[in-house]
């Protein structure tokens, strides 16, 4: 069974750091890209940045709002996916939700998701 | 503002059918593929139809997409009262390098 569960979830000031976690199971990790996606409260769902297999080199592509802040990397070994959040604001307080990507905006399987909370 | 637009609201009594529809541009739906996912209070979104109208397994046939053009569809027949949720669309967008997100539709089964 597919399975992928975030942790690193919390509360946060202005300008500090969070770094996120989405352990998985029941698939071959290194086989697949994986996406992150955010929700604000009571809001809708904004793509935050992928990293592809090693297959396709690895590299991560990034939203513009989150770019030069954010960092997704990978551990093949330990089957996990890392969002490394720097310089935090107040709007990046959301849900994070990991997703396994299939490609372009096809994501099979979802994590429960991680409340990211920046405030002072 | 999201990227791709859907209407905030639809409804359907249990039985009908309801569609839901999710506009783009050229830039986006219009050459790529469109995915639907239904997001239940408080959980996490499902996948309920990718490559534009290819269901995964366990989604049931009276849930089905569509597209044209710039614009896609997802309808659902034999509405049932466990079908109230939220719903988004989505779409590779060229100009962004990235996936866009249409706003959601929240479906009430009335």
């Known amino acids: 069974e597919v399975q992928l569960v975030e942790s690193g979830g919390g509360l946060a000031q202005p300008g500090r750091s969070l770094r996120l976690s989405c352990s998985t199971s029941g698939f071959t990790f290194g086989d697949y890209a994986m996406t992150w996606i955010r929700q604000a409260p009571g809001k809708g769902l904004e793509w935050v940045g992928f990293i592809r297999s090693e297959a396709y080199g690895g590299a991560a592509l990034y939203a513009a709002s989150v770019k030069g802040r954010f960092t997704i990397s990978r551990d093949d070994s330990k089957s996990i996916a890392y969002l490394e959040m720097n310089s935090l604001k107040t709007e990046d307080t959301a849900v994070y939700f990991c997703?396994?990507?299939?490609?372009?905006?096809?994501?099979?399987?979802w994590g429960q998701g991680t409340l990211v909370t920046v405030s002072s | 503002q999201s990227v791709l637009t859907q209407p905030p609201s639809a409804s359907g009594a249990p039985g009908q059918r309801v569609t839901i529809s999710c506009s783009g541009s050229s830039s986006n739906i219009g050459s790529s593929y469109v995915s639907w996912y239904q997001q239940l209070p408080g959980a996490a979104p499902k996948l309920l139809i990718y490559?534009?109208?290819q269901r995964p397994s366990g989604v049931p046939d009276r849930i089905s997409g569509s597209k044209s053009g710039t614009s896609a569809s997802l309808a659902i027949s034999g509405l049932r009262y466990d079908d109230e949720s939220d719903y988004y669309c989505?779409?590779?967008?060229?100009?962004?390098?990235?996936?866009?997100f249409g706003g959601g539709t929240q479906l009430t089964v009335v």
């Open positions: 490559r534009n109208n």
């Open positions: 989505a779409a590779w967008d060229d100009n962004l390098s990235g996936p866009v």
């Open positions: 997703a396994r990507d299939r490609g372009r905006s096809y994501f099979d399987y």
